[in-house]
């Protein structure tokens, strides 16, 4: 059994535990579906980009994606596609200028956002990235917000817009209607 459907038990079960109707129960409400329908597909989507990460990693990073893209009002299928392209889903990836974790970001973009903790933790940086990113699509617009989470002010194509798309809509595209 792979570890994407142990998880995925898991919030079944403990829906179960919490006296919370299962997924599928006609009495669960449409927000509470979709949430475990999101999580699930975010659990099995880190499990196929880095099936190093271990049961307590992936649940982190599933958290913090699902936290931070709720109060920055984003889709976390976008955070999720972000961390596909930017990290391949690697918490310590580091680029070669310098960016650093799951988003990919650069130090000097965090010691502004005064943010406690380590920019390369986990938590800290899924929220440093979605404070980034929400500020971008806020000022910019969506496509130039995106763009520019990788360019910069200073947008060269639409490469890394495209990347982060198509990883968005294979997500959109595995998940149950």
Request: net charge positive; aromatic share 6%; hydrophobic share 45%.
């Amino acid at each position: 059994m792979t570890r994407a459907r142990v998880i995925v038990l898991a919030l079944f079960a403990g829906c179960l535990l919490s006296g919370r109707a299962p997924v599928g129960s006609a009495d669960l409400d449409a927000a509470t579906s979709s949430r475990l329908d999101v999580s699930a597909d975010i659990t099995r989507r880190l499990d196929e980009l880095n099936p190093h990460l271990t049961e307590t990693q992936i649940a982190r990073i599933r958290s913090a994606i699902l936290r931070y893209s709720n109060k920055y009002s984003l889709d976390p299928l976008l955070v999720t596609a972000v961390i596909e392209v930017e990290s391949a889903a690697r918490p310590w990836a580091r680029s070669p200028k310098g960016a650093l974790g799951l988003m990919q970001v650069m130090p000097y973009m965090i010691r502004p956002l005064r943010m406690a903790g380590n920019a390369s933790t986990i938590e800290a940086n899924i929220e440093a990235g979605c404070m980034i990113l929400a500020d971008n699509i806020q000022r910019l617009g969506e496509e130039d917000g995106i763009s520019a989470y990788f360019w910069g002010s200073k947008i060269r194509d639409v490469g890394y817009l495209n990347r982060v798309r198509a990883a968005r809509e294979r997500l959109r595209h595995e998940m149950p209607s």
